[in-house]
């Protein structure tokens, strides 16, 4: 849901409220083939408590891994990463995390910083309100709209 809000508060309203769309797209079915063939000797999807990392490596300290298909949503995976270094650091952890995009070879470390964890603080409490909302918040235009499985209930 962090990755929502950052992205758009009117997809999480329809994704908090249970309004799911096509999660069988090919961008999915792609993203999930990715994450299926990269990083092949990771043990994948490792849960702790109520999140689930896509690998973790603890080679020079621990590291928190997300393996994402495009960085065209850079900004709202680096919050989710982000939501992910803040949890187990509540926890005692001292994790650093890396996002890797497998198609472009590129790869991004994040390091939890004090104002990014008041910033996910803000988030986390922020976002009931937004679901709780009676009618999902008004549509914004974003470049990346058309990919998005609920284009249809805000465009259409």
Avoid at 29 to 47: F, L, M, N, P, W
Avoid at 113 to 126: A, G, L, Q, Y
């Amino acid at each position: 849901m962090i990755q929502y809000y950052v992205a758009c508060k009117r997809e999480l309203w329809f994704f908090g409220n249970k309004v799911n769309m096509d999660y069988e797209s090919d961008d999915i079915k792609t993203g999930k083939i990715i994450h299926q063939t990269s990083y092949v000797r990771e043990e994948k999807e490792v849960a702790f408590e109520d999140v689930v990392f896509d690998f973790v490596k603890n080679e020079d300290g621990s590291f928190i891994f997300e393996i994402k298909k495009s960085s065209k949503l850079e900004e709202p995976t680096k919050y989710q990463l982000y939501y992910y270094l803040w949890y187990v650091h509540k926890k005692g952890s001292q994790a650093k995390g890396v996002i890797v995009y497998p198609k472009e070879r590129k790869k991004e470390e994040l390091v939890l910083t004090e104002d990014i964890n008041k910033e996910i603080e803000k988030i986390v409490s922020d976002i009931p309100n937004i679901i709780n909302m009676k009618q999902p918040p008004p549509p914004v235009k974003k470049p990346y709209c058309k990919g998005c499985t609920y284009h249809n209930l805000c465009w259409v």
